[in-house]
């Protein structure tokens, strides 16, 4: 499943506790896709499979670490952010545009095991990571590679 540009959630990471992930799937509230959750074992291979192999071997454990981090813990990884980060948002108080935002990085919270049909996909310096959460938002959060670590720079979300 693809997601706007506009709602990419850019991010970076370090090894951090994983929550407890929900055990069943849920159904996309505009598709009617079956989407499982992202950090069950067999989705999390699918997933840092791909992550490593867009990293091209450039700190692949880096990027993964936020990653996972982001989709899967009760802590973000704030030691591979920049002190701000970027945050866009769709939905919010019936407003149709997007709310932007540079967010300190100690205000970034990540899913704690509540994302669904995860993706990465890579542009330039980039990875970005989709997911979707109680089948009627979708998110995302960028990776930047800066200075051959990578770093979370972005973070979004929409909602109907």
């Not at 992550?51 to 454990?61: F, M, V, Y």
């Amino acid at each position: 499943m693809k997601l706007p540009t506009a709602l990419f959630l850019l991010a970076a990471g370090t090894g951090v506790p994983a929550a407890t992930p929900p055990t069943g799937p849920i159904q996309d509230f505009h598709t009617g896709e079956i989407l499982q959750p992202a950090c069950i074992p067999g989705e999390l291979a699918r997933l840092k499979a791909a992550s490593d192999r867009l990293t091209k071997a450039i700190d692949p454990q880096g990027a993964w670490g936020i990653a996972r981090a982001m989709l899967c813990s009760n802590r973000a990884p704030t030691g591979r952010m920049p002190r701000l980060v970027s945050v866009e948002r769709y939905g919010l108080d019936e407003d149709s545009g997007a709310a932007l935002a540079l967010v300190d990085r100690r205000h970034v919270e990540p899913l704690r095991g509540l994302a669904y049909g995860a993706s990465v996909e890579a542009s330039g310096h980039d990875l970005s990571y989709h997911y979707n959460t109680a089948g009627v938002c979708v998110g995302g959060f960028m990776l930047r590679l800066a200075d051959g670590r990578w770093l979370l720079v972005r973070l979004g979300e929409a909602c109907d």
